[in-house]
């Protein structure tokens, strides 16, 4: 069972302390949503899991071994992750980028039969394969993060973590792309875990909600045992009232400022 334990981390960008002694597990086929307002730590704590940023106290656990034992070529075909610039000025194309994603698995300078299969299972899942030969660089919002999703996808990881899916998305291309996480996460069994801003959404789409506030977990546990008034209040400063709908998940009505 794919499995991450991350035990008493800390970070510091020089004096200011992003992470403050976390502590969580996340298990294979969990859909988890990291919330918290801005500065609380949420992108800081996805680039630790994804070995970009070495935590200064604690230790990451994945699949029972230390993160930072595992080579790079290697979590690359466990974990995969969207924190990172997509290129631009470089004329590559929607096959080109995706092709990026199989170099974990590359034994020579060309990509395989096999590379091409799955970029094009890929692009299937996400209702892409029609953005193929396109420029990166031409692409809109919504279709830029669904060839993301599709990158994702095309590096077979147990592991995946996402960095604001929905940011600069219309509703329609919001929902899209959670709904293929979603998909991905229960269908193939993959532990996904994303920073949300949107509470709503964060709620019908997580099966696990992690709340930050200041480097530190406040709650951790089902949408509605954290989404909580007294929990909003408490990080984000702002009184709220919140109603149920069975279908709409939990609705974050805001009412005053504290």
């Not at 974990?79 to 004329?91: D, I, Q, R, T, Y």
């Amino acid at each position: 069972m794919v499995k991450i334990k991350i035990s008493s981390l800390s970070f510091n960008y020089d004096s200011i302390q992003a992470l403050k002694n976390v502590s969580v597990e996340f298990r294979e086929g969990e859909m988890v949503g990291i919330i918290g307002p801005n500065g609380a730590g949420k992108t800081t704590l996805l680039k630790c899991i994804a070995k970009l940023l070495k935590p200064h106290k604690g230790v990451i656990y994945l699949n029972g071994r230390e993160l930072w034992s595992i080579s790079n070529k290697e979590l690359a075909k466990i974990l995969a992750h969207s924190l990172f610039e997509v290129p631009k000025g470089f004329n590559l194309t929607v096959l080109d980028f995706l092709l990026t994603s199989r170099y974990p698995y590359s034994k020579g300078l060309w990509e395989t039969e096999e590379d091409l299969a799955v970029v094009e299972e890929a692009l299937t899942m996400v209702n892409a394969k029609h953005l193929v030969e396109r420029k990166m660089e031409e692409l809109s919002d919504g279709e830029l993060q669904r060839i993301i999703m599709a990158k994702l996808i095309a590096h077979q990881a147990k592991i995946l973590l996402v960095d604001e899916p929905t940011v600069h998305l219309d509703l329609k291309y919001q929902l899209e792309v959670l709904s293929i996480l979603r998909r991905i996460s229960k269908t193939k069994n993959i532990l996904t875990v994303m920073t949300m801003h949107d509470l709503r959404l964060a709620s019908i789409f997580s099966d696990k909600l992690v709340l930050l506030h200041e480097g530190k977990i406040i709650a951790i546990g089902k949408p509605q045992d954290v989404l909580t008034e007294e929990n909003i209040a408490k990080t984000y400063g702002v009184k709220v009232k919140i109603l149920k709908h069975p279908k709409a998940g939990l609705i974050v009505i805001p009412l005053s400022t504290l």
